[in-house]
């Protein structure tokens, strides 16, 4: 079946950036994103991209799409203790992009 | 306006009982999905419903049974609670518009069983 990894933590200094990693296995992806989840709280969709894109940019957030070797990041630049939360990536593949593979989710910790 | 909504945001129940989550949208979207995050924050999709049409069930065990009573609710409804039932249920709503529609998701339901 469909699987998605991620590295389950990450730790950086306030001011450095960030890079999230994830793999997928399934090549007929469609669509992939990142959601951020705080502490107590849901999971917010931060950004997606589509399967025939390389890059997407959204103010601090880069995303990263390599289709070749099924690797997916994201980049946040300027990281503040804000961002310290667990972000997901996900995957779906399926005609209404309905049924979504989530990754384990990388807990971010950004150090003062 | 909160877009998705759960209620409660907290339920502490004793094994062996039935309780039930509600999970409301005000988004006016078409599908509304479970998921259950566990204690290792591990997502995993229990349920979806297409226009009162359960479209996935990702092999959750029978005591669970959605129940949607109009397209902007979708309750989840557990039978004979089991300790290992004890988690986190998001509620997510998305509209059906074809590839690439985003899942807004609920604050969350902490379950605990005793």
């Known amino acids: 079946g469909e699987d998605v990894e991620q590295s389950l933590f990450l730790s950086v200094r306030e001011g450095d950036s960030s890079v999230i990693n994830c793999t997928y296995t399934d090549s007929s992806s469609t669509y992939l994103y990142w959601y951020k989840q705080e502490p107590g709280a849901g999971l917010q969709l931060l950004t997606y991209?589509?399967?025939?894109?390389d890059m997407k940019q959204d103010q601090r957030l880069t995303v990263l799409l390599n289709k070749k070797d099924k690797h997916l990041s994201l980049r946040i630049a300027d990281t503040q203790t804000g961002d310290s939360a667990i972000y997901f990536c996900a995957e779906t593949a399926d005609n209404y992009g309905q049924n979504f593979v989530f990754g384990p989710g990388t807990r971010l910790s950004v150090l003062p | 306006d909160t877009a998705v909504s759960q209620t409660p945001k907290y339920l502490v129940t004793q094994m062996g009982n039935d309780k039930s989550i509600k999970c409301e949208q005000n988004l006016g979207h078409d599908t509304m999905y479970w998921y259950k995050q566990d204690s290792k924050k591990f997502l995993k999709i229990m349920f979806s419903?297409?226009?009162?049409?359960?479209?996935i069930n990702e092999t959750v065990p029978n005591r669970f049974s959605p129940k949607s009573p109009d397209k902007a609710h979708l309750n989840l409804h557990i039978n004979s609670l089991e300790l290992g039932d004890s988690a986190v249920y998001f509620c997510a709503s998305s509209q059906d518009s074809g590839q690439g529609n985003e899942q807004y998701f609920g604050p969350g339901t902490r379950l605990t069983v005793t």
């Open positions: 991209i589509f399967s025939n894109m």
């Open positions: 419903y297409n226009n009162k049409e359960l479209i």
